[in-house]
């Protein structure tokens, strides 16, 4: 019974997978009890249906765009200040200790976050948007992912960096991506759709679609055919 509930609010959230037979009912219950939980604790600090984690910090909310069935985990921060702030497609899950940066330094008003539909952002990603990200649908993130979409300038030696001034091209990434845990995207890295990205890799520059992207910098080391 419990099973079938849930697997039907998941094909409502645009879900369509089965629960493990092995699952024991307690553990749904106890599941379903805890969304119920965030979804009150949502409409209660936004007046929308957003489902909220524990001591979820939302600075500038009226720059914050949502659609259906978003989830922010526990102790998730979202800096809103920005160009064009955040704007989350529907059923857009953002994991626990999650810190979304759009305006990091009072020099410089950040561009913002775009993310599309059914994406996964895992437990303590750090979001720096004050470049601009842009993130596609139906990408899945591990854990502790990063993103850095500004660098700074060094080209005088007698000059201190922080002095140096920065550059911001932006991050994009398509659709349909897999990305592994702890890596690290720097400003300019623009990965197409249907790729795979390794585990620990540190991404910089322009990658193809149906590509698996690993190492440290990160290169193409498979190409994924139709």
């Not at 069935?69 to 809103?80: F, K, T």
Request: hydrophobic fraction near 40%.
């Amino acid at each position: 019974m419990l099973k079938q509930l849930y697997e039907a609010l998941l094909l409502r959230s645009g879900k369509n997978y089965t629960v493990d037979s092995a699952i024991p009912e307690r553990l749904i219950l106890t599941t379903l009890l805890n969304r119920l939980l965030m979804l009150s604790r949502g409409f209660l600090k936004t007046r929308s249906k957003i489902f909220l984690g524990r001591h979820v910090q939302i600075k500038n909310p009226s720059s914050f765009i949502f659609g259906l069935g978003c989830s922010l985990g526990d102790r998730v921060l979202l800096d809103c200040y920005g160009q064009k702030g955040i704007r989350l497609g529907d059923s857009v899950s953002i994991g626990a200790g999650a810190i979304v940066s759009v305006t990091s330094h009072m020099s410089s008003y950040g561009v913002g976050l775009e993310v599309g539909n059914n994406t996964g952002i895992g437990e303590y990603a750090y979001l720096g948007c004050s470049g601009g990200v842009k993130i596609g649908s139906d990408v899945i993130m591990g854990q502790y992912v990063s993103f850095h979409s500004q660098n700074h300038n060094y080209s005088n030696v007698n000059k201190l960096i922080r002095e140096q001034g920065v550059t911001s091209e932006g991050i994009e990434l398509g659709n349909n991506i897999w990305v592994g845990a702890k890596v690290t995207f720097l400003d300019g890295a623009k990965i197409g759709d249907g790729c795979v990205v390794a585990a620990g890799a540190v991404v910089r520059g322009e990658f193809p679609s149906g590509t698996v992207i690993a190492g440290v910098p990160a290169r193409v080391v498979k190409t994924v055919s139709a």
